[in-house]
């Protein structure tokens, strides 16, 4: 079986000596199965030629940002969700240092603000410049980002230096990225997220709504795509791009979110219940614009579903997590909702900290116990819940596996 069988790789190529073996990463990764795609910087083209590097990976080298030819064919954002993958080797310590800046001046540092793709870095320089602080500074920023950084390697150096900054050799690159495929905590496992507000209409104009943004649970359903898992997300109105793999099920309304999750959840290992959903609607909804005057007699409210203990109450019920979005007694509110809902878990955020930024702090409560999260991205914390979720469930189905023997 071939390691790396249809995954999509973007190469991307920095200025180095190393660059030159940049030729023989790209025809090792196709001999392990990969598709790639090389992106080349203005400095790269100067130590290897864009006509190598189409030859040996099998497609058309990108190197400009603004080539009309190129956008029409795979534009950088296309390019950008296409990977499953960003290996950057050679990675110079001037393209470390732009992508911890967040820099789009070039095709290579854009598609790494583009992608939702894990992005790994083989770093390649003078051993000087490896040891500088500036450069390990970059490579603490870029790890806390959740880059990978491969290598570097030990040894002599182009320049006649001896010491740390030899870009890996080929094969172990491609030993590494097949590590970041290797079958993660929820290999297999069906899961089904929902996301994001709903909205509930009143009139014309008017809808009752929260200030969820969805990216916590868009952060969450990437996490678990990298774990392995086939992930259904049902999301309300939200203003952000559904990770790649995906299978996304739009719904504007509680009622309209409720029907597509009961119709699916069959079947389903994990329900991760993250939506804001509105517990009210209005009991009718106008066609016209109510006047400002004849408002607070007309509105009349009713309770929607609650989707969540809704799904606890099947009787081949999945792992369910809910979340509890509080501005005060998060601890009270939040286990009150695990013992009401019936969940397996829940996890707890204030309302100022988690919602609507790009970051999150939780604490998370189950049977008699609990973590406690500190505030970060929400695509680092989204990994680490999934991992720590899918951790619980394993010990969860041993435990089980271990009674049912008895
Ligand atoms: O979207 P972001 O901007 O990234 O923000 C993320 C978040 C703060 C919205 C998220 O982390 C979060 O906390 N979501 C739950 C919000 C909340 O407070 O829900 P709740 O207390 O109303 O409901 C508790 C649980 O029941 C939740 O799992 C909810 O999805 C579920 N529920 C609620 C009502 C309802 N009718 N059906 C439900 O399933």
Redo the contacts with the bound molecule.
Sequence with gaps: MKRLLNKQIVLGVTGGVAAYKSADLARRLREAGAEVRVVMTENAKQFITPLTMQAVSGNPVHDDLFDLKAEAAMGHIELGRWADVILIAPASADCMARLVRGEANDLLTTLCLVTHAPIALAPAMNQSMWKHTATQENVQALQAKGVSILGPGEGSQACGDIGLGRMLEPAELVDHVAALFKPGCLDGKKIII???PTHEAIDAVRFITN???????YALAEAAIEAGAEVILISGPVNILAPTHVEKVAVIT?QDMFKEVMSRVENCDLFL???????YRSKTIATHKIAKIAFTEVLELER??????SVAQLKNRPFIV?????TDNLEVKAKA?LVN?KLDMI?A?E?SV????DE?AVTVFWSDQQREFLKKS?RKLARELIKMIGDVMTANAFTKGEMDAK
């Design positions: 929902t996301a994001g200030a969820s943004s969805g990216k916590m649970g509680a219940s993250v939506a804001a959903v509105s517990d929607n579903p609650d989707i969540v203990a809910g979340f509890a979005a509080e909702k809902k996890v955020n309302v988690g919602m609507r930024g999150n929400k």
